[in-house]
């Protein structure tokens, strides 16, 4: 723990360091769902609710030393981005006690873009067979979106006010979409059936991008969806029997993969026609698609395990090509995780460890990874 605090604030030092001459942002306030959550699930449906894995061991233990409601071994993105901007760890917007003047994190993991009544199967690992049901998903980006309007009395005192201090903020959307497509493809839907859906789920998450630009914000970081075809959970769940549906040179699945593809430009196409109407503002597409395709393709150039690290999950009990296992499921007793998370870009099945996601980080604070970059002039 000692290590990591110290860790910390070296990186806190650098970034301030390094990024004087940079805009800076007084707060950061995102939006989202499991790649995104730093707590609020476990707030909302209570921390003993049966089914609930994430918030158990080993969840957290490379970075908090226990669970925190994020859905990998420590910190996401989104901490990444706020220790590079010299803030604090965005606290979840359903803590109570709390707070927000330097912003609120209102993602729950298993939020949809679209709104959602029915919570089908799995996004994360679950129990089956006689286990616990999870709790359900059911929080959409508009309930979302609503707690910030909620929040709003809190932190400025009118419509002007608000502008000015949503001006100085950091806002940040997504990754948002891979649970409605999710929740199709698991519940028997064709790609092309989900592929359908992406016009709807892209205006969805732009029509957000734009209610926020009314509400004052000027930055924007806006996320496209990660290969969903290279998440192990999917290469278990959503198998097939023929190699010509798998890609050569990564070993995800083809078909998922267009879906994101297919998702991702639409999104970055939209974004850039926004920002032409709104020129005032910055608007950045982040890209979760490269980082992760690069990866899968070339785990050792990233400082990945080459024979394991890229489509094997850290933490399953699953043995096996991809160690995912929906009954023996990261967070459940006796599901242990691997000796060095480092080395492996999956954590559970669905998300990314901490190492993954801080070179996802860097490439959309610095670059390659989002146009422009957060830091970037
Ligand atoms: C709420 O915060 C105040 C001020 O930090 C503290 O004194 C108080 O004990 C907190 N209450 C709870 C219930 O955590
Ligand atoms: C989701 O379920 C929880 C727990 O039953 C409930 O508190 C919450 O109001 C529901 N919906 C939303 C949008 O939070
Ligand atoms: C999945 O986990 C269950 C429960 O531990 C176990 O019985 C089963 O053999 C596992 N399947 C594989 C493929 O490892």
Known sequence: MKHAILCLQISLFLSSFSYSMQAQYSSIFSFGDSYTDTGNKVIL???TTPGLLINKPPYGMTFFGHPTGRLSD???VIDFIAQALGLPLLPPSLSKNQSFKQGANFAVAGATALKTSTSPAAFYPQAAGGGAKPPPNNVSLSDELGWFDAMKPSLCGSPQACKEFFGKALFVVGELGWNDYGVMLVGGKSVAEAQAYVPRIVATIVAATEKLINDGATAIVVSGISPM???????VMLASQNGADYEPDTGCLK???????AHNAQLSQALTALGGRYPGTRITYADLYAPVIAFAAAPARFGFDGADGALRDCCGGGGGKYNFNLSAACGMPGVAACANPSVYVNWDG???TEAAYHLVAD???????????????
């Open 45 to 47: 449906f209570g921390p």
């Open 74 to 76: 420590g910190r996401l």
């Open 229 to 235: 075809g290279c998440a192990p959970g999917n290469l």
């Open 255 to 261: 078909g998922l993969n267009d879906l994101s593809k």
């Open 350 to 352: 669905v998300h990314l």
């Open 363 to 377: 490439g959309w604070l610095r670059g390659p990874y989002a146009r422009p970059p957060i830091l970037g002039a």
